[in-house]
């Protein structure tokens, strides 16, 4: 398949559809050399190298591709774990700033940077391609008609918050269809949004929407999957799994429907966010995204041995709030969630993880200060 490439903007990151094609950005500061790489519907892969580099920002133009193009990238670069590259462009990526994610990773020794079966670990390198596990990001239409929906704004003094889990609320609901049940959808239907106003409920808290690792490898060999969603692979998309319109774009107007519902309904909507650490783990985790992508950029790696992460969340890594473009990526994804979701608020899951120096946590942070504005 042969495709125009033109130049591009290094903003915004992410892919961004004018109506005419579609433009593509990513950050990585100490990558040699960055490819998108374009899925049709049967799986077949075209890969777009990018020349335009802004800033440590890769981007590019692609006249023609627009909403439902499934897409990700392969970042080349150094592999010297014990300086904390991570490069491997044999591992598709997903987009940090992909604004819908089709579906979920699958486990298989392919996801993972390094070769299980090597005497040396993460020090060793896969050649294994990952792309048939790895759910690609898709472009989005987003236009919605909101019809003049507005924050609520209701008193904290008068506020009941019910927090809830998006998809188990409505699962064995006998009112709403089982078509519905566990879904945005769900939680929009007249017969759950007549059981909160019953109760007084002024908002609802969802437990972690933003799209994550369901099945990691310690509860795949159980048989399990991650029910309660606290490891975020990306922090924009809304998790594809709770949808019941479909994965290809459909699940971000899904949830705009439903937060468009509950403010009929008097109802706020608060996110429960996961921002200090994601769902790919320590030095023995996959390769999912931001460890491809740029890993000493977005985790916070041990200072005298690179090879490893400063674990402030007791689950394998912690974000680099420190670097200016993992901060940009938080207030960027905020902002993103108020302005474009029209959502309320938001619950930081182990806030003091981000505002960590090296062990105290500063109560001036950036972090700290640059939420406040976006949510004053």
């Known amino acids: 398949m042969y495709l125009s490439l033109w130049p591009g903007k290094p903003y915004p990151l992410g892919s961004a559809w004018d109506g005419k094609g579609t433009n593509f950005a990513l950050f990585s500061e100490n990558a040699t050399g960055v490819e998108l790489c374009l899925f049709d519907k049967k799986g077949r892969e075209t890969r777009l190298s990018l020349t335009e580099v802004s800033n440590f920002v890769w981007h590019c133009y692609v006249p023609s591709i627009g909403p439902g193009q499934r897409y990700g990238f392969r970042v080349h670069g150094e592999y010297a774990p014990e300086r904390g590259y991570r490069f491997n462009p044999n591992k598709l990526l997903i987009d940090p700033y992909a604004k819908a994610i089709e579906g979920d990773i699958k486990f298989g020794?392919?996801?993972?940077g390094y070769d299980w079966d090597h005497p040396d670990l993460d020090l060793s390198f896969s050649h294994d391609d990952s792309a048939h596990l790895i759910p690609k990001g898709i472009v989005i239409d987003e236009t919605f008609d909101w019809e003049n929906d507005l924050l609520l704004q209701t008193p904290r003094h008068e506020s009941i918050i019910y927090e809830l889990h998006p998809k188990g609320f409505t699962q064995l609901h006998p009112d709403i269809p089982p078509e519905l049940r566990g879904t945005y959808a769900g939680l929009a239907h007249p017969a759950a949004i007549s059981h909160l106003q019953s109760l007084g409920i002024t908002a609802v808290e969802l437990m972690p929407v933003h799209h994550y690792l369901a099945y990691p490898g310690h509860l795949q060999g159980k048989g399990l999957r991650n029910y309660w969603g606290y490891d975020s692979i990306n922090y924009f998309a809304p998790y594809s799994g709770y949808s019941a319109s479909g994965n290809a774009g459909q699940q971000v107007t899904e949830f705009k429907q439903m937060v468009k519902a509950l403010h009929q309904a008097g109802i706020e909507v608060i996110l429960d966010v996961v921002y200090n650490h994601t769902g790919e783990g320590n030095q023995l985790g996959p390769t999912l995204s931001l460890q491809g992508i740029d890993n000493t950029s977005y985790y916070r790696v041990v200072e005298d041995d690179f090879r490893y992460y400063m674990d402030f969340t007791g689950c394998g890594n912690s974000l680099n709030v420190r670097h200016p473009q993992v901060l940009?990526?938080?207030?960027?994804?905020?902002?993103?969630?108020?302005?474009?979701?029209?959502?309320?608020g938001f619950r930081f899951d182990l806030a003091s993880a981000l505002a960590r120096e090296l062990y105290a946590v500063d109560r001036l942070a950036a972090f700290l200060t640059s939420s406040i504005k976006i949510l004053s």
Do not use: A, G, Q, T
């Open 109 to 112: 020794k392919e996801i993972f």
């Open 328 to 344: 940009k990526l938080i207030m960027d994804s905020l902002r993103y969630w108020v302005l474009e979701m029209h959502v309320d």
